[in-house]
T-cell receptor, first 116, second 111 residues
Framework: GAVVSQHPSRVICKSGTSVKIECRSL??????MFWYRQFPKQSLMLMAT?????????EQGVEKDKFLINHASLTLSTLTVTSAHPEDSSFYIC????????????FGQGTRLTVV | DAKTTQPTSMDCAEGRAANLPCNHS???????VYWYRQIHSQGPQYIIH???NNETNEMASLIITEDRKSSTLILPHATLRDTAVYYC????????????FGTGTLLAVQP
């Protein structure tokens, strides 16, 4: 199957700083990518839909000014957690679907963010 | 709202078939049933999807009832590495359609 690469896999940052997470589709072009957050022992929660060349669409309750999403090319989307706080510590996962027909979604390996 | 119902957890003996049920009684006519699994601390992995007909691939089989209100994912010979949370998701399948995850089924394969 197609490959979605996420970087970094783990990051520890100080409270108040910003952290950027990259999501790349390695062997296909993704006009749309999705960002999820997962807390321990919970399911994945969709945060936003990232659209190449346009603004992201955020799910209800997700602060767009705190979670900045940029989708500058067909193979790269980034999520920046701004002014991170300990409660932002979580597992962040991106996914992408190839653009034709009925497709499956491919997921990155996730990023474990710890804010201290 | 995931709009699917799955048991919270299931056990299966290693080497035996694992049958994971999913209820999607309000599924629309052109919504597919997708199955993913998530092994601890990893991103979800695609398993299989189907619309009406039963499907089989190298990982699993998907049995969809004739009325499409429920389905069963079958892992024919479960191994310890199949221990994971399995998610059943209904989705229209297009590139822009977001996947909404429910709580899934934690399958524990026992030695």
């Amino acid at each position: 199957g197609a490959v979605v690469s996420q970087h970094p896999s783990r990051v520890i940052c100080k409270s108040g700083t910003s952290v950027k997470i990259e999501c790349r589709s390695l062997d296909f072009q993704a006009t749309t990518m999705f960002w999820y957050r997962q807390f321990p022992k919970q399911s994945l929660m969709l945060m936003a839909t990232s659209n190449e060349g346009s603004k992201a669409t955020y799910e209800q309750g997700v602060e767009k000014d705190k979670f900045l999403i940029n989708h500058a090319s067909l193979t790269l989307s980034t999520l920046t957690v701004t002014s991170a706080h300990p409660e932002d510590s979580s597992f962040y996962i991106c996914s992408a679907r190839s653009g034709r027909g009925i497709t499956e979604a491919f997921f990155g390996q996730g990023t474990r963010l710890t804010v201290v | 709202d995931a709009k699917t119902t799955q048991p919270t957890s299931m056990d299966c003996a290693e080497g035996r078939a694992a049958n994971l049920p999913c209820n999607h009684s309000t599924i629309s006519g052109n919504e597919y049933v997708y199955w993913y699994r998530q092994i601890h601390s990893q991103g979800p992995q695609y398993i299989i999807h189907g619309l009406k007909n039963n499907e089989t691939n190298e990982m699993a089989s998907l049995i969809i009832t004739e009325d499409r209100k429920s389905s069963t994912l079958i892992l024919p010979h479960a191994t310890l590495r199949d221990t994971a949370v399995y998610y059943c998701i209904r989705n229209y399948g297009g590139a822009t359609n977001k996947l909404i995850f429910g709580t899934g089924t934690l399958l524990a394969v026992q030695p």
